[in-house]
């Protein structure tokens, strides 16, 4: 009978095909067959070490197997956590999540034994999300682990982490944390729905993965969906403030959900300072970043208009000396900040910071110097580029990219008609997008909710007896 049930797990774990797959055969107390199986790279060798000890020398429980399987694993396995299934199923994906499967002659149950250990980097805070002041810690590609950095900072009751496993053949693990006394219930729902009906045979890379087939996806829409950190603080935050997260197993970062444009403007570091300096760098952020949607695109609308320019402001828009016209060098520019970036990318850490030099300096003023870029273009498109680091989304900072081009474009055809085009399309398309949820991407100005409208544009004062710490309410009214 064992024979037989081992080697039916056998070929499903392909054995031994597989080399990292181990299968141990032993005598738990001395006389009872029974045979273990693991997953090398997962299987912590001290706990699997001591667990097979504990088997051998098992002799007074091993009169327990049979009729009482819990009672076994109880008195016989030195781990906290452990069960006893009857769906192989079910048991094969535990193993190959990293757990432990122990097979005993005379049980028909499957005994699940969790000594499962993660390879994983250290809890460093994130490259692209960093602070002067706070914590220094980011999340990690495991799950527990970044279950538990949420933990370290929430210790509600009220904290809930559901899991979904998604994918046929990737069987990902997705954990939905909220805090169910402040959380919306119908948003929470909603998206443990769309997350249980996904039919995927895999997520080959992970959130990215996940958003492509959990959200109607619009091609045209270069908006981001899906706000992400890599921060533990920004997410317990958010969960604070009555939001929802989604981990996703594999990927060092959290999606906050639902997401609207406005939630883009915070950063972690408007709460490590006092209230007025907060504000200050909340307002320097956000008109930083505004202007860099719309400051080429206007510097060209001049230089085609000179006429629209004081006499005394003239020197705005003197494009200086080139052969090229304005427009192909403004879309060049922004073509090229692209490439070196994604040379960057690829440069080892050593040679980060002549890259930096050569690109900046040398290409610079040899393009200058040549005639195909004017100083103009240079000043202007290296402001843009710069503020595009004001804010960590790397993908709201290519959507404000994409629009910014096209203004450009509607400029060169329509003139002042293409850039109040330009910007009448990058509102609509704002206005249409949309993120995993029931709230509207402009919420809280659509629909409008003027306290939480407020605290997203303000830094306000954490005042005691507070509920809700930071800034962004939630309005459970506001559907």
Known sequence: M????????????????SFDVVKKKILIGGHRPACLYYINPFGNAEIMTRIVSFLLTAKDSADWIGSDTKRFLESAIPLAEFSALTDLDKALHLV?????????????????????????????????????????????????????????????RDLIFEKITVGSRSGTDIAICYIRSLADKREVDHIRSKLMCLQVEALPMGQESL??????????????????????????????????IVLCDNNPSAMILPTSIFDFLQDTDDFSFPPAVGGYLKIVRSSVYLLSLFITPLWYLLVRNPSYVPTSFAFFVESGQSTVPILLQLLLVELGVDGLKLASLNTPEALSSSLGIIGGLILGEMAIEVGWLSPQVIFYMAFAAIANFTQPSYELGYAFKFMRMVTLILISMFDGLGFLLGIAITFILISTNKSPGLRSYLYPLIPFNRIALKRLLLRSRLKQGQKQPVSRAHDKTQH
Do not use: M
């Open 96 to 156: 190959l999540s990293g757990a432990a499967l122990l097979i005993i002659d005379g049980v028909d149950e499957y005994c699940i034994l969790d000594a499962r250990r993660y390879l994983q980097r250290s809890v460093n805070e994130p490259q692209k999300d960093k602070v002067l002041r706070g914590s220094h810690d980011g999340f990690v590609e495991a799950l527990l682990p970044n279950i538990g950095l949420i933990r370290r900072r929430i210790r509600d």
């Open 211 to 244: 958003i492509e087939v959990l959200v109607d996806q619009r091609w045209y829409n270069p908006f981001p969906k899906v706000r992400y950190t890599e921060r533990p603080d920004s997410a317990a935050a958010t969960v604070l403030e009555g939001g929802v």
């Open 2 to 17: 064992l024979d037989r049930r081992l080697l039916v797990v056998d070929n499903a774990l392909n054995v031994p095909l």
